[in-house]
Nanobody, 123 residues
């Protein structure tokens, strides 16, 4: 079974920093894109940042210059460094990864989600 486990959320004052981590485990052959998302009030997931296997990253406009995504392929882990946090960053942050497993010897790719980690920024 493949699992994504997030950590690093918490309560911080405006202007502070947090570092989120998301570790993948299980019978994993490879991992493609990894990313962080949060849910809108309408329960849609919106992109915070994502990173390819080779390290190319993209960010939501409101996070550019404040958040940095990185990954350690050997550890199957993606990180989100969150600096200069604002109250409007308060949300549950979810990790998503495109994970390749082998099924009857053939690669198969599925998206997996973590359970979410709460980030609360006080003013």
């Amino acid at each position: 079974q493949v699992q994504l486990v997030e950590s690093g959320g918490g309560l911080v004052q405006a202007g502070g920093s947090l570092r989120l981590s998301c570790a993948a485990s299980g019978n994993i052959f490879d991992i493609n894109d990894m990313g962080w998302y949060r849910q809108t009030p309408g329960k849609q997931y919106e992109l915070v940042a994502s990173i390819t296997r080779s390290g190319r990253s993209i960010y939501a406009d409101s996070m550019k210059g404040r958040f940095t995504i990185s990954r350690d392929n050997a550890k199957k882990t993606v990180y989100l460094q969150m600096d200069n946090l604002k109250p409007e960053d308060t949300d549950v942050y979810y990790c998503k990864a495109g994970i390749v497993t082998l099924w009857l010897g053939r690669p198969r790719t599925n998206d997996y989600w973590g359970q979410g980690t709460q980030v609360t920024v006080s003013s």
